[in-house]
């Protein structure tokens, strides 16, 4: 993995990042590199794996993100999916819910590097694409300084191929999962000195960070940027992100994204899947532009209903295009 594999990507999010969410991103940005929502390897290995795993060639660049923290169970998860095609096997070290923390997995194992580092040393012996941890600086009472330098230290040891950080802490007591997100203080600074520490390994920063200025802005510092919440509501963001690479956009605007993402909806909807599961996912589009609101509203109300096609998407379309001509218009 070279540090230019991971200068942008979309974070992992549940509920949010599937399948229809990365091929929708993909048509903003060819470089940025896409996430799966967290699967835990109990699933990946037991339950319906072609509905897990399953994703479009076009989502390339993609990497998986398991849950989990039994070596061999992580291998195994792993193996399988590489065999579907990822490019990255990505370890979640970073989620605070108690559902994970029962299963003694996310965030919790910042107090168990030995246990991470086990988990990354078996994936690397099953797979040969990279493998990488997403983290936070560290958890409750922990110091920061001590609990990230040593869980680093301890992957690099077990031959990790980079680091996504969520520069802030997660509490495993007392706050939500979402709280956790917000809460606990972001500190920047503390994985920029990681970097510096580790300049041979692929770093990536997370938290926050909402502007492709922003993320020019922590590129002189890490290697790699994720951007979560921001790319998801403002998805338009995306289309600045190729030219962090010194490429131009995929497509020109919003209006051209949408329309290359018509075939894929059409093939999606004579496959059975509802239109509300892939529109919901654009939802942020046209956000604070005339008729952004009225976009959504069309949507919101007319994608869920019972046999919705791809008229009620270009249908809300045209409210924004309408608005935008009639300013025009005026001016
Ligand atoms: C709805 C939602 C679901 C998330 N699910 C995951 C997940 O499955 N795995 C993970 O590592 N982080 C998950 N996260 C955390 C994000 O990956 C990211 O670390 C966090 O949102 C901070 O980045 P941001 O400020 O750019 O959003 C989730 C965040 C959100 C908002």
Known sequence: MTPQDIRFSVAPMMDWT????RFFHRLLSRRARLYTEMVTTGAVIHGPRERLLGFSGEEHPLAVQLGGSDPRELAQAARIAEGFGYDEVNLNVG??????????????????????????????????????????????????????GRLAETVIAAGVDGLVVHARKAWLQGLSPKENRDIPPLDYDRVHRL?????????????????????????????????????????????GVDALFGEAPPHADAFAALEAFEPYVAARLAEGVRLASMTRHILGLFTGRPGARAFRRHLATEAVRPGAGLETLSDAVAHVRRAGGALEDAA
């Open 18 to 21: 599937d399948r229809h969410c």
């Open 95 to 148: 989620c605070p819910s108690d559902r994970v923390q029962d299963g003694r997995f996310g965030a919790c194992l910042m107090r168990e590097p030995d246990l991470v580092a086990e988990g990354v040393a078996a994936m690397k012996r099953a797979v040969s694409v990279p493998v990488t941890v997403k983290c936070r600086i560290g958890v409750d009472e922990q110091d920061p300084e001590e609990a990230l």
């Open 195 to 239: 970097k510096r520490a580790h300049p041979g390994l692929p770093i990536a920063i997370n938290g926050g960070i909402k502007t492709i200025a922003d993320v020019r802005e922590q590129l002189a510092h890490v290697d790699g940027v994720m951007v979560g919440r921001a790319a998801y509501h403002d998805p338009e963001i995306l289309l």
